[in-house]
C-alpha cells in the first residue's frame, strides 16, 4: 500500500478589486446622498400637483363667488379651505385617505347620487392617485409643514368613512363610556376572523367598543362578510353597511348585536320586512335608510325602537303619512326628508354632497 504525501498548497493570490471610474463613482456617491437626505413625507406638492385637479373637478361649485358661499360651505379653490371643510365637516384626515370623506365621495361609481363631481368627468385614476398619496403624506402644504387637523375624537366617518368631522355630542362619548364600562377589549384573533378588507377602530379612544366599515371595499361586501363579524358583535356600537351588497338575511346577524347604536344600510337590498328584525335592537339610536326599498310598512317596526333619535328616509318609499304616524308617538325623533350624509354623531342636517 503506497501513500502519497502532498505538500501544503501556497494560497491563490487574489485578484486586485476591480476599480470604478472615478465619474461613476462620483455619480453613485450623488445618488446614495440624495436618498439619505430625502424626505418621505410631502413628495407630493398640493399647490402644482393637487390644486390643479380641484380646479378642473370641484372649484365651478365649491368656490366662493361674490356673495354667494361655496357650494355646501366648502371651498376648494385653497388649501386653507380644503383643510377647513365644509358644513359637514373636514374631508380629508391627514395621513388617512380611506378615511377621508373627499375620496370617498369621488370614488362612487357612475350613477350614484352622491359621485363628486355630479356632472362631467370623474376624476382619472392618476387623479385619484395623487390626491390620495398627498393626504397618505399627511396633507402637507406650503413650506412642509404637515397639517395640524385634530381628529383624535371622532366617532363615525362616514365615510365612511369614512370619518374626521366636529368634536361629537358629549352626550354621546359618554353613552359610549356608560356601555363601553363592562366590555372586555375584542381579541387580535376575534379581530383577524372579521375579514382583511374591514376597518375596525374603537369608536373613542381607549374603549372596547368598536366602529365597523368597509371605506372602500362596499361592492365586496355581502352577507358572508357580515355574518363573519360574529365573534366581536357584543363590541360593535357603530356600523356602517352603506352601498354593499346586503340583504334581509344581514339583518338576521345585526339583530345580535346588543350595543349597537348607529346602523347605515343606505342605498342596501333591506326591505321593510327585513327590519322587523331589529324590533329587539335596545340601544340603537340611529338608523340611516335612504336610498333603500322601505316604505310604510316599517312604521310599526320604527315605532318599537324606543331610544331612536334619527332617522334618515330621503329617497325611501315612506310617504308623509307614514311619517306622521311614526311621529305621533315619536315627537322627538328627527326624520331627514333630505339627503344628509353618514358623518360623525350628532348628524347635521344638511342636504348637499361635500
Known sequence: MHTTSSSPRAPRARAPAARLPAA????????????ATATPAGDVDHATAVQPILDRHCVKCH??????????GLDLSAAEGLLAGGEGGPVVEPGAPDRSRLIALVSLPDGDLDRMPPKGDRLGDDELATIRAWIAEGCVIGEGAPTDIDTDIDIDTEVRAPRADTPPDPARIQLWRSLGGTRTPVTQVARAAAGDTVVIEPVIPGSPLLRVGWPTEQARVDDDAVRALARIAENITVLDLGRTSI????????????LLVRLDLNRTAVTSTGLRRLQTMPELRTLVLHGTAVDDDAVPTLRTLKRL????????????AGETALLKDRPR?????????????????????L
Open 247 to 258: 340583504t334581509d338575511r344581514s339583518l338576521d346577524t345585526i339583530m345580535r348585536f346588543p
Open 24 to 35: 461613476i463613482l462620483a455619480l453613485v456617491t450623488l445618488a446614495l446622498l440624495t436618498l
Open 333 to 353: 325623533l328627527r326624520v331627514h326628508r333630505t339627503l344628509v350624509l353618514p358623518g360623525p354623531e350628532p348628524e347635521a342636517d344638511e342636504d348637499d354632497d
Open 309 to 320: 333619535e334619527q332617522l334618515h328616509l330621503w329617497n325611501t318609499a315612506v310617504t308623509e
Open 63 to 72: 368656490q366662493p363667488v361674490g356673495d354667494r358661499a361655496p357650494k355646501a
